[in-house]
RNA sequence: GGGCCCGUAGCUCAGCCAGGAUAGAGCGCCGGCCUCCUAAGCCGGCGGUCGGGGGUUCAAAUCCCCCCGGGCCCGCCA
């Protein structure tokens, strides 16, 4: 059955293909516009067929219609106009009838996949944060995304790939380093001192070190106001971790004449590849990561590769790259070092491809500035390593598409590596590197800054979500046991962070607000993991359902109707919410049959139904509504609970 | 100055790409519902000049132009 999206999806296909071969609309236009109808009267599905018709008598191309679809022989749908639309009305006894069959035959609810040719082999590289402080609430709503895309593109059938880079050639890991050589002690050490985990120690130590840098900075260049700014925020870190090893690293910090050299020389040194910095550094940034895979596992979150920066640098790849840029003939001096001339590859290579034109989506109007390609003292910088690394990506996993999930603020980065590919020709890797964007979380009050030791990290939220969550478990299960009721809080915690980061579209900004993420009663993850509950509860008490007892016929009522309708939708929901990369519409369609199905819960028993056709009937119903939570929950990230 | 994104109910948002049927949810507020499958639920009520103005169209929240407010970017940071 595979490709098969059940009753709803192959009557609606049937209805596609006739509009498609009567010349009115093509089947793909048709199964794009159709959608459920403002009012119950109309009908269960409209499409608005007089954009179409161009002239033509609506009655006429029905009645065509009509017939195209009987000599199909498609049955349980009835067509008719209104108003210009073409309306859908199914026949819930023929459909119900038709879904309980399938699920006798073993059918499961799952995503319509795409066929053969049509699977492509996509990386999804999401998260990506620098290891030198623990992850933070907008590193939250990146992997949330992140790994949603992941897993709904798989669950359509493509070949998935998650990738983390690691930042570690960068200015942030050499902050960092230098801090620990002047502690002359080791992460692990710190995060003992600290009594805290491992990627929290060298996040202080970053903030720590980085403040002492620019304090240093600024009392060179006497700059009075940033000074005492710098000085409060150096007090505040010193008070919050350990004064000892604060001092140390200050004391260390402003005896030195410019202790920003010392950052540069580490920075250097690592991206030549010399020792000790490359084993510091390495072992550094590993234990971050360490830390980080802690908290996204704990998210559901998980990789494929960790590919490192640095790798690509030694491997000779970024020599490669930079190589192929300077052959180009598109490179140019600008200011005093080498840059793309990203005027010139418009010019030249964009603007004669309205393929690439389009796909590369360049602003109309917009002078993309030249891509600097090296600092004077020869080093790379970070979006230039990135050129190389995106060459890596398409061919490490054959991909056809590469899905970069970045924040919105990286937006002319991303568009200059597009252009850097092009100038090389790879015109095929520029058109098919995506930069899934998404807007930055705020935090209400206050901005975040990583820096300055200024965050809410994503471990304090999930400890707080669950300390809440496992209160509300015990409250209203009290004879639980304490691991399984922590268990569940774990996973309500979790999913409410998920699903509050990836309900809403990704270029809404957002505000974060732990209050009312932490508030289970809204219409949230959890609330969907509790209907999820309520349905399991009712299977587990009706017991095995037998299908062969089943009325369809039960199904006129209006709200199992509903619910029927709109449960056998998701394979056709969740396949467009992937194809379109919009987790979104899927958390929405969740939502609205969570709805339905808690209103029938409400006024319809299943188990105290006395008559047997009805009650295995509604069984199925539940079950139909159960395993569909299940399939969205999951690929939201979000896990389904048979109990909470 | 230039480019992009956002602006819809008191609050958070969906609908805009592909114009059409009385603009939808949730929260909050007010009032109800647990001898009956889990009340993290359900029912009822209040609440909108779709930021403003112009244009295109039989039809505009949706398309085009101008303006206003907020955000991001235009670094030899990432």
């Known amino acids: 059955m595979e490709g098969y999206g059940g009753p709803l999806a192959r009557r609606l296909e049937a209805v596609g293909s006739c509009l498609e071969s009567e010349g009115v609309a093509s089947r793909e236009v048709f199964l794009r516009l159709v959608d459920k109808t403002p009012r119950e009267e109309y009908g269960d599905y409209g499409f608005p067929l007089m954009r179409?018709?161009?002239?033509?008598?609506?009655?006429?191309?029905?009645?065509?219609?009509?017939?195209?679809?009987?000599?199909?022989?498609?049955?349980?749908?009835?067509?008719?106009?209104?108003?210009?639309?073409?309306?859908?009305?199914?026949?819930?006894?023929?459909?119900?009838?038709?879904?309980?069959?399938?699920?006798?035959?073993?059918?499961?609810?799952?995503?319509?996949?795409?066929?053969?040719?049509?699977?492509?082999?996509?990386?999804?590289?999401?998260?990506?944060?620098?290891?030198?402080?623990?992850?933070?609430?907008?590193?939250?709503?990146?992997?949330?995304?992140?790994?949603?895309?992941?897993?709904m593109l798989e669950a359509r059938g493509h070949r998935v790939v998650r990738r983390y880079y690691v930042n570690d050639v960068g200015r942030q890991m050499a902050v960092v380093v230098y801090g620990f050589k002047m502690l002359n002690t080791t992460p692990r050490d710190v995060a003992a001192t600290l009594k805290t985990k491992v990627d929290h120690a060298i996040g202080?130590?970053?903030?720590?070190?980085?403040?002492?840098?620019?304090?240093?900075?600024?009392?060179?260049?006497?700059?009075?106001?940033?000074?005492?700014?710098?000085?409060?925020t150096l007090a505040r870190l010193r008070e919050r971790g350990s004064p000892e090893l604060a001092d140390k690293i200050i004391g260390a910090v402003l005896s030195l004449e410019d202790p920003e050299a010392e950052v540069s020389k580490i920075m250097l040194r690592y991206e030549m590849g010399l020792e000790p910095e490359k084993s510091l550094v390495r072992s550094i940034a590993e234990a971050a990561l360490e830390g980080f895979r802690e908290t996204?596992?704990?998210?559901?979150?998980?990789?494929?590769?960790?590919?490192?920066?640095?790798?690509?640098?030694?491997?000779?790849?970024?020599?490669?790259?930079?190589?192929?840029?300077?052959?180009?003939?598109?490179?140019?001096?600008?200011?005093?070092?080498?840059?793309?001339?990203?005027?010139?590859?418009?010019?030249?290579?964009?603007?004669?491809?309205?393929?690439?034109?389009?796909?590369?989506?360049?602003?109309?109007?917009?002078?993309?500035?030249?891509?600097?390609?090296y600092r004077s003292d020869g080093t790379t910088l970070y979006w230039t390593r990135d050129i190389a690394y995106s060459i890596y990506k398409f061919q490490h996993s054959k991909a056809d598409r590469v899905i970069n999930v970045v924040a919105v603020e990286q937006k002319l980065p991303q568009l200059q590596i597009r252009l850097a590919l092009a100038a090389i020709g790879r015109v095929r890797e520029a058109a098919n590197m995506i930069h899934y964007e998404y807007e930055m979380v705020n935090l209400p009050g206050r901005a975040m800054s990583g820096r300055r030791g200024e965050y809410v990290t994503l471990d304090e939220l999930l400890e707080e979500a669950e300390a809440r969550a496992f209160y509300e478990v015990k409250a209203r299960n009290p004879d639980l046991e304490e691991e399984t009721a922590r268990n569940i809080a774990r996973k309500v915690a979790a999913g409410a962070i998920r699903f509050s980061l990836v309900q809403p579209g990704a270029l809404k900004p957002l505000t974060f607000d732990t209050a009312k993420v932490l508030n289970f009663e809204e219409n949230t993850g959890p609330y969907l993991q509790y209907t999820h509950a309520r349905a399991s509860n009712i299977l587990e008490k009706h017991g095995p359902i037998k299908y062969e007892l089943a009325n369809p016929k039960t199904y006129s009522e209006p709200l199992r109707r509903n619910i029927l309708i709109t449960a056998l939708a998701y394979p056709m929901i969740s396949a467009k919410a992937a194809d379109e990369l919009r987790p979104e519409d899927l958390a929405a369609y969740l939502l609205k049959l969570a709805d339905i199905f808690n209103k029938w819960y409400q006024k319809?028993?299943?188990?105290?139904?006395?008559?047997?056709?009805?009650?295995?009937?509604?069984?199925?119903?539940?079950?139909?509504?159960?395993?569909?939570?299940?399939?969205?929950l999951t690929l939201l990230g979000v896990t389904p609970l048979e109990r909470m």
């Open 204 to 232: 202080w130590v970053y903030a720590l070190t980085h403040t002492a840098v620019d304090f240093a900075l600024a009392r060179k260049n006497m700059i009075e106001e940033d000074l005492n700014l710098l000085a409060s």
């Open 604 to 632: 319809d028993s299943v188990i105290h139904e006395k008559d047997p056709g009805a009650r295995e009937a509604k069984a199925t119903l539940v079950k139909l509504v159960k395993d569909t939570l299940s399939s969205g």
């Open 296 to 373: 996204l596992e704990k998210l559901g979150v998980e990789f494929d590769y960790w590919d490192w920066e640095s790798d690509i640098v030694w491997s000779g790849l970024l020599a490669g790259v930079l190589n192929e840029l300077s052959r180009s003939g598109f490179t140019k001096v600008h200011k005093g070092t080498v840059a793309l001339d990203t005027a010139a590859v418009i010019r030249d290579v964009v603007e004669g491809d309205s393929v690439l034109r389009e796909s590369i989506k360049l602003p109309r109007g917009f002078e993309v500035p030249p891509m600097v390609l």
């Open 52 to 151: 179409f018709a161009g002239g033509r008598d609506l009655e006429g191309v029905l009645s065509k219609v009509k017939d195209c679809v009987e000599a199909l022989g498609v049955n349980g749908v009835s067509l008719s106009i209104h108003r210009g639309f073409l309306n859908l009305k199914f026949n819930e006894d023929i459909i119900g009838g038709e879904a309980i069959s399938l699920y006798e035959k073993g059918w499961r609810v799952d995503v319509i996949k795409v066929g053969g040719a049509e699977a492509k082999n996509i990386v999804v590289e999401h998260t990506s944060a620098n290891p030198v402080h623990p992850l933070h609430i907008g590193h939250a709503r990146n992997a949330s995304l992140g790994d949603t895309l992941a897993r």
